[in-house]
Nanobody, 121 residues
Framework: QVQLVESGGGLVQAGESLSVSCVAS????????MGWYRQAPGKEREMVAT???????EYADAVKDRFTISRDNAKKTVWLQMNSLKPEDTAVYYC???????????????WGQGTVVTVSS
Protein backbone atom coordinates (compact mmCIF):
# COMPACT_ATOMS: atom_id res chain seq x y z
CA GLN A 1 0.00 0.00 0.00
CA VAL A 2 1.27 3.45 -0.91
CA GLN A 3 1.14 6.39 1.44
CA LEU A 4 2.45 9.93 1.58
CA VAL A 5 3.38 10.83 5.14
CA GLU A 6 3.96 14.48 5.98
CA SER A 7 5.69 15.91 9.01
CA GLY A 8 7.13 19.14 10.30
CA GLY A 9 4.18 21.47 10.64
CA GLY A 10 3.72 23.63 13.68
CA LEU A 11 3.25 27.08 15.14
CA VAL A 12 5.74 29.85 14.40
CA GLN A 13 5.81 33.61 14.57
CA ALA A 14 5.80 35.85 11.54
CA GLY A 15 9.25 36.13 10.01
CA GLU A 16 10.40 32.75 11.23
CA SER A 17 11.18 29.63 9.21
CA LEU A 18 9.75 26.15 9.10
CA SER A 19 10.38 23.04 7.04
CA VAL A 20 7.89 20.33 6.18
CA SER A 21 8.71 16.97 4.66
CA CYS A 22 6.83 14.20 2.90
CA VAL A 23 7.92 10.61 2.44
CA ALA A 24 6.34 8.15 0.04
CA SER A 25 6.13 4.76 1.68
CA UNK A 26 5.76 1.37 0.03
CA UNK A 27 7.47 -0.42 -2.83
CA UNK A 28 7.69 2.27 -5.50
CA UNK A 29 9.33 2.09 -8.89
CA UNK A 30 9.02 5.72 -9.84
CA UNK A 31 7.49 8.99 -8.72
CA UNK A 32 6.39 11.80 -11.00
CA UNK A 33 5.97 15.43 -10.10
CA MET A 34 5.92 16.02 -6.35
CA GLY A 35 4.34 19.09 -4.90
CA TRP A 36 3.01 20.98 -1.95
CA TYR A 37 -0.47 22.45 -1.83
CA ARG A 38 -2.19 24.33 0.94
CA GLN A 39 -5.69 25.07 2.07
CA ALA A 40 -6.46 27.94 4.39
CA PRO A 41 -9.71 28.07 6.37
CA GLY A 42 -12.58 29.03 4.10
CA LYS A 43 -10.44 28.94 0.98
CA GLU A 44 -9.82 26.51 -1.83
CA ARG A 45 -6.74 24.34 -2.00
CA GLU A 46 -3.96 26.03 -3.95
CA MET A 47 -0.62 25.01 -5.38
CA VAL A 48 2.39 26.20 -3.42
CA ALA A 49 5.29 24.54 -5.23
CA THR A 50 6.01 21.57 -7.47
CA UNK A 51 9.18 19.81 -8.52
CA UNK A 52 9.87 17.29 -11.27
CA UNK A 53 12.07 14.26 -10.94
CA UNK A 54 14.90 16.15 -12.61
CA UNK A 55 14.60 19.02 -10.15
CA UNK A 56 12.70 21.63 -12.12
CA UNK A 57 10.62 23.65 -9.67
CA GLU A 58 7.67 26.00 -9.94
CA TYR A 59 6.26 28.27 -7.27
CA ALA A 60 3.13 30.21 -6.61
CA ASP A 61 3.71 33.95 -6.84
CA ALA A 62 2.78 34.35 -3.16
CA VAL A 63 5.73 32.23 -2.01
CA LYS A 64 8.42 32.94 -4.60
CA ASP A 65 11.73 33.99 -3.05
CA ARG A 66 10.55 32.77 0.38
CA PHE A 67 9.89 29.05 -0.08
CA THR A 68 12.16 26.38 -1.55
CA ILE A 69 11.05 22.93 -2.66
CA SER A 70 13.51 20.07 -2.98
CA ARG A 71 13.40 16.30 -3.35
CA ASP A 72 15.53 13.23 -3.01
CA ASN A 73 14.42 10.56 -5.46
CA ALA A 74 16.30 7.77 -3.72
CA LYS A 75 14.68 8.64 -0.39
CA LYS A 76 11.27 9.22 -2.04
CA THR A 77 11.10 12.45 -0.09
CA VAL A 78 10.11 16.02 -0.85
CA TRP A 79 10.74 19.00 1.40
CA LEU A 80 9.39 22.51 1.58
CA GLN A 81 11.60 25.06 3.30
CA MET A 82 9.53 28.07 4.27
CA ASN A 83 11.29 31.29 5.22
CA SER A 84 9.98 34.73 6.18
CA LEU A 85 6.63 33.21 7.04
CA LYS A 86 3.58 35.43 7.09
CA PRO A 87 0.23 35.00 8.85
CA GLU A 88 -1.36 34.50 5.44
CA ASP A 89 0.77 31.36 5.03
CA THR A 90 -1.34 29.72 7.74
CA ALA A 91 -2.95 26.63 6.24
CA VAL A 92 -3.01 22.88 6.09
CA TYR A 93 -0.16 21.87 3.81
CA TYR A 94 -0.67 18.78 1.67
CA CYS A 95 1.90 16.72 -0.17
CA UNK A 96 0.94 15.53 -3.64
CA UNK A 97 2.35 13.20 -6.25
CA UNK A 98 0.86 13.29 -9.72
CA UNK A 99 2.01 9.79 -10.70
CA UNK A 100 3.39 6.90 -8.71
CA UNK A 101 4.28 3.47 -10.09
CA UNK A 102 4.32 0.36 -7.91
CA UNK A 103 4.74 -3.31 -8.91
CA UNK A 104 0.97 -3.64 -9.30
CA UNK A 105 -0.52 -0.23 -10.01
CA UNK A 106 0.08 3.20 -11.43
CA UNK A 107 -1.47 5.68 -9.04
CA UNK A 108 -2.60 9.15 -10.07
CA UNK A 109 -2.90 12.19 -7.81
CA UNK A 110 -1.87 10.75 -4.48
CA TRP A 111 -2.34 13.03 -1.47
CA GLY A 112 -0.94 13.06 2.02
CA GLN A 113 -3.05 13.61 5.11
CA GLY A 114 -1.88 17.19 5.57
CA THR A 115 0.15 19.00 8.19
CA VAL A 116 -0.91 22.22 9.87
CA VAL A 117 1.24 25.32 9.65
CA THR A 118 0.19 28.27 11.78
CA VAL A 119 1.93 31.63 11.61
CA SER A 120 1.12 34.11 14.34
CA SER A 121 1.50 37.85 13.90
Amino acid sequence: QVQLVESGGGLVQAGESLSVSCVASGIIYSIGVMGWYRQAPGKEREMVATITGSGSAEYADAVKDRFTISRDNAKKTVWLQMNSLKPEDTAVYYCNVDSLVTPRYRYREVWGQGTVVTVSS
